[in-house]
C-alpha cells in the first residue's frame, strides 16, 4: 500500500517561499502519476501541478505558473513543490497524491486529475498580507 507523507508548509508573508516534500513508501514500482493539490476554505479542491512517473511537468494552475516549481526524485521516492513569490490566495492544505494507471504513467493517464486516488494527510500552507 502506497504511503505518502506531505511536509513543509508554514506560516509566510507575501513574497516568501516554501519548499513542500512528499515522501512516498510502499512503491513496487515508479509507474505512478504523482502530483500536488490544495483546497482553501469555502473552496473545491484543485490541481496544482502534475508530473509523469519519469518527471515530466505536465500540467501547473494558470495561478501558479511562473511562481511554482514541481519536481520528483525517484531515487528518494520525493515529490516536490517549491514556492516562490507566494500571495494570500495561495493559501489552502496543500495535498500530495498518486495514482497508478492501467498504462504506462505517463501524459495520458497523468494528467486526468480526477482520477488521483491516494493521498496524503495534508500539510497548510499560508501566507499573510
Known amino acids: 500500500q502506497v504511503q505518502l507523507v506531505e511536509s513543509g508548509g508554514g506560516s509566510v508573508q507575501a513574497g516568501g517561499s516554501l519548499r513542500l516534500s512528499c515522501a512516498a513508501s510502499g512503491y513496487t514500482s515508479y509507474n505512478y502519476c504523482m502530483g500536488w493539490f490544495r483546497q482553501a476554505p469555502g473552496k473545491e479542491r484543485e490541481g496544482v501541478a502534475l508530473v509523469t512517473s519519469g518527471g515530466a511537468v505536465i500540467y501547473y494552475a494558470d495561478s501558479v505558473k511562473g511562481r511554482f516549481t514541481v519536481s520528483r526524485d525517484n531515487a528518494k521516492n520525493t515529490l516536490y513543490l517549491q514556492m516562490n513569490s507566494l500571495k494570500p490566495e495561495d493559501t489552502a492544505m496543500y495535498y500530495c497524491?498518486?495514482?497508478?494507471?492501467?498504462?504506462?504513467?505517463?501524459?495520458?493517464?497523468?494528467?486526468?486529475?480526477?482520477?488521483?486516488?491516494?493521498w496524503g494527510q495534508g500539510t497548510q500552507v499560508t501566507v499573510s498580507s
Open positions: 497524491a498518486a495514482y497508478r494507471p492501467p498504462g504506462s504513467a505517463g501524459t495520458y493517464y497523468c494528467r486526468a486529475k480526477e482520477s488521483y486516488n491516494i
